[in-house]
């Protein structure tokens, strides 16, 4: 019996477990909950995700793999789940305790010998095929049911580029596939820190020239150096909150990565202030299109 934590809880509004094992798949390295065996775990603490579908997934594995009254807390910020919480695991066949703190609402429950719709959650938030996108996806992936209108623009604008290049933040691999259309591209790394965008990437670009990996690219040297040409759609929201330091992050290991003359092809929210990060770490920098509420920049090192 062991326990186990998804996500990052707030440290003071819940106590985990020094040994517990990490199942989030925004954390690269860490264990699939999904893999969990049934009914091998004493307890699981989760901060449950904001999306409907996303976050009753991931109650229903984890009352799924605790034991027979093993302890779940599942807490969420109030505006992004959390008042949902307590109903949701009544549903599930839980008698939660419900507290409200620093804007969070905290649900405690013991698992119930037979609890209710967990197989029905567990496809309704699981990977499926989508027609119209052509593409293999699962709820709480950026973007999973529908083309980005951000992507869409950069793949209509992007030349057809060669060499060996990356694909930064790659979801779900519609821009990378985009890329490989290329016969000129002799290699692709597409990158990303949601594990389930990594396996539904593989899923959706088969091509030999392309290496997918799971891993976040604020760490130093996460991508091979010497590169042609570098595309991204970077995020700038984590935590239910607007982070542009994410996106300088992805220009600055892209301006690493790039050998000189080597290009990064980059679409942002128009009211996101990259041009100062960009000129300051590349020679040229060109607003391609500014469309839709939307950027195109070519920066070339």
């Not at 694909?167 to 692709?188: I, K, M, N, P, Q």
């Not at 040409?229 to 330091?245: I, K, L, M, T, Y």
Request: neutral net charge; charged residues 20%.
């Amino acid at each position: 019996m062991f326990h186990a934590v998804y996500g990052q809880p707030p440290v003071d509004l819940a106590d985990i477990p020094e040994a517990a094992v990490q199942v989030s798949p925004l954390i690269p390295g860490s264990a699939r909950l999904e893999d969990m065996a049934d009914g091998t775990l004493e307890s699981v603490t989760v901060l449950a995700p904001a999306g409907t579908l996303e976050r009753r997934f991931v109650l229903a594995h984890a009352l799924r793999a605790l034991a027979p009254g093993g302890r779940l807390t599942a807490l969420a910020p109030k505006d992004r789940g959390g008042s949902r919480l307590a109903k949701e695991l009544v549903a599930f066949g839980c008698q939660p305790a419900d507290e409200p703190r620093r804007h969070h609402r905290i649900c405690r429950a013991a698992r119930p010998p037979a609890p209710a719709g967990l197989e029905a959650a567990i496809h309704d938030g699981g990977s499926r095929h989508i027609d119209n996108l052509a593409l293999c996806t699962q709820p709480g992936i950026f973007s999973w049911d529908r083309l980005d209108p951000g992507t869409a623009l950069l793949m209509a604008r992007l030349p057809a580029l060669k060499g060996k290049g990356a694909d930064l933040g790659c979801g779900l691999g519609l821009l990378g596939r985009a890329v490989l259309g290329s016969e000129a591209v002799t290699a692709l790394t597409l990158i990303d820190s949601d594990r389930r965008a990594v396996e539904m990437a593989r899923r959706n670009v088969s091509d030999t020239r392309a290496t997918i990996l799971w891993a976040d690219l604020r760490a130093a040297k996460s991508l091979p150096p010497g590169l042609d040409f570098a595309v991204s759609n970077p995020p700038f929201h984590e935590g239910g909150g607007e982070d542009q330091a994410l996106g300088i992050t992805f220009i600055q290991r892209a301006a690493e990565a790039l050998r000189n003359g080597g290009a990064l092809w980059l679409v942002a929210n128009a009211h996101l202030p990259y041009e100062a990060p960009l000129r300051d770490l590349f020679r040229t920098v060109t607003t391609v299109v500014q469309e839709g509420g939307y950027k195109v920049f070519e920066a070339r090192k």
